[in-house]
Every structure is written in C-alpha cells, then in structure tokens.
C-alpha cells in the first residue's frame, strides 16, 4: 500500500531570485527613507560587540567596547557611511550580477591588503539581518529576512572571490620576487 500522493499539498518557502530582489529592494526603499545612517551605525555597533575579534580588522576600533564610544567614533561611523554607501551600490545592481559582482570582488580585493579573509564576512549577514529586524520591527517579515540572508549570502560569495583573487596574485608575485631574488 503506498501513499496517494495527488492529494498531499506540497509547498515551498523558496522564493525565486526576483522576489528575493523584490523584498530587498522594498525594505531598502524604506531604509534609506527613514533608517539609513541608524541602520549603518547600528551594523557597526552590532558587529563590534558580538564579534570582537574582527575589531582587530579596524585600526580605530581596537579600543571600542562601549556601543557610546562606537557610535560617537568619526571613523566609525565614516566606515558605517561606506558600508551604507556600498549596499547602495549592490542594491541598484541587484539584478546585474555582473556589475554587482564587479563592485563585490574589487572590494574583496581592497579587503585582503587588511587581512581580512572569506570568513570574516560571514558575520556581515546575521549583523545586518538582526540590525534590520530591531529598527523595522514587523515590517521585517521573515520573507523579507529570507530575501536578505539570500542576499548577504551573495555578497560573501563575491566578496570571498576577491580576496581569494588577490590571495592567488600575491602568491604569485611573491614567487615570481623570490625566482627573481634568488638569481
């Protein structure tokens, strides 16, 4: 006796990549309405207090603890302007993966003259996602957190590349220095 399959609804929470776009794009609108430097400032604060091992990554924020402190440093927030700046950037190109990508692997590879490595990204995504969620309270569906960890889960692939890009260059112009020193 086997189950009659016909009868049993199946469904998915998979959203396809232009509804994931879709969602983003909207909660962006709003962010950059009414949120945008809180929602910058409050990633740097957020990132800082529960991943403090990447302060080291920020030569100004080595010495931040108190979230007062962070959210009154100039560089901080200078670098949370950025951050919003690139999000920007990535967000009007979210339906051209090549020029997204481009922005994303140039970055990756600025990131790698600071040591930064794939990883460390990892930490952008759930930063960015509670941040959004505690300053849009329900107007953050789980859809829309669903489209965004799609998103970030982008933007480390890309941003990875880059630095594994550069990792790959620098291997090889050190080998090539080392053949040349070695002569």
């Known amino acids: 006796m086997g189950c009659n399959t016909s009868r049993v609804g199946i469904t998915s929470n998979a959203m396809t990549a232009e509804q994931n776009h879709s969602l983003v794009r909207e909660i962006w609108g ?4 009414e949120h945008y430097e809180e929602v910058g400032i409050s990633f740097m604060i ?4 529960t991943h403090p091992e990447l302060r080291k990554l920020w030569i100004f924020a080595a010495n ?6 962070i959210r009154s440093n100039a560089q901080t927030r200078y670098h949370a302007a950025k951050i919003m700046y690139t999000l920007n950037e990535i967000i009007s190109h979210v339906e051209d993966y090549g020029k997204r990508r481009n ?4 970055l990756g590879k600025t990131h790698f003259t600071y040591d930064v490595k794939p990883s460390d990204f990892q930490a952008a995504e759930s930063t960015m996602v ?3 969620d505690s300053i849009l309270g329900k107007r953050f569906t789980p859809r829309h957190k669903q489209a965004w960890s799609y998103l970030f889960q982008q933007i480390i692939v890309d941003l990875g590349r880059g630095v594994e890009q550069q990792v790959l260059c620098d291997g090889q112009l050190n080998a090539v220095l080392h053949q040349t020193s070695s002569k």
């Open 30 to 33: 709003f962010v950059c309405n």
């Open 103 to 106: 922005i994303l692997e140039s």
């Open 46 to 49: 957020r990132l800082f207090q």
């Open 130 to 132: 509670y941040v959004l």
């Open 64 to 69: 931040l603890d108190i979230e007062h402190d």
